[in-house]
């Protein structure tokens, strides 16, 4: 389809308001096709991981990067830090980090003419992409203090609100191997998290390409293709995509069946001990709508919501004990009940 801009549209990522919502949604895909070849300078194989990223950013959501150490989740951030030109900051949790370290204090300081007044500094969590690294090696009170500011894009100290910027998108990581002195994000914490994604090790030829291209002398730095304002303005096209009743039906279908207290099916009434809540539709609505923007598309379908179930559900659901010690996985029921809607 051609669409035909003015003069002064022509630079502008996203259609001026008034124009069609097809030439919209065509620009923002091109938008996002770029990003992600410019996200692909930097990081090599690992396409899934890097779609679900995109995703979530387009939803508006917080990810939740599940993988051993040396796989890139830390040149992730950064580089969608730089393709989408948002202000990213890290913090490593450790075990004696304190609420402060994240939302930042109130300081007391002294003028010229000796007059004492108090000066909120603000903590990292006043990034637009914050990578908080190894989120299980703090405490509870830690956690719930980001996961808080997570859900109310706000925070407050000394009785003072102080609103987060816009957008503002937080992307954890997490250790799977390191156990021991770790405080497991609880479920309803977990809750928060738009996706969990696993990075896996890359393939063969992903590998080759690190291994040739990040040991030289020369590291190539992927270009900014949007910013902030135009970030915003895509997430609030997302949720005017349409979206078809057999989707809604399916997304509903396939959550409220994840539940052993109103599933049919067998395998999840034997093996599930609590399944996904609301905020799962919400995930799953949102999400197949930024999958079918970044496709070009204009309506999602049912493979979107086969495509996003395991990432939005694995980590909205947990297995009986005595499924654990069969062998069973979150992964196996979350294919049973695709199966269902498919």
Partial sequence: MTVTTSPEDKDSPIPAEGQSPVAEVEA?????????????????????VVE???ITLLAGGHILLIGVPGLGKTRLVETLGTVFGLEDK???????LMPADILGSEVLEENDVGRRSF???KGPVFGQLLMADEINRASPRTQSALLQAMQEKRVSVAGQYYDLPRPFHVLATQNPLE??????????????????VNVEYPDLDAERDILIKTTGNEDVAP????????????Q???????VGESVSEAILSLVRSGRPESS??????ANVSWGPGPRASQALMLGVRARAVIDGRLSPSLDDVMALAHPILRHRMALTFAARAEGITLEEIIDALCERIG
């Fill in 28 to 48: 923002l895909a091109e938008k996002m096709t770029a990003a992600r070849a410019a996200v692909g300078q930097a990081i090599f194989g690992q396409e899934s």
């Fill in 52 to 54: 679900e990223s995109l």
């Fill in 90 to 96: 890290r913090v490593q949790f450790t075990p004696d």
């Fill in 119 to 121: 000066r909120f500094i």
């Fill in 179 to 196: 156990q021991e002195g770790t405080y497991p994000l609880p479920e309803a914490q977990l809750d928060r998290f738009f996706m969990q």
């Fill in 223 to 234: 270009g900014q293709v949007m910013d902030p304002e135009t970030l915003v303005a895509a």
């Fill in 236 to 242: 609030k096209l997302v949720r005017s995509i349409p």
């Fill in 264 to 269: 049919d099916l067998a395998m999840v009434q």
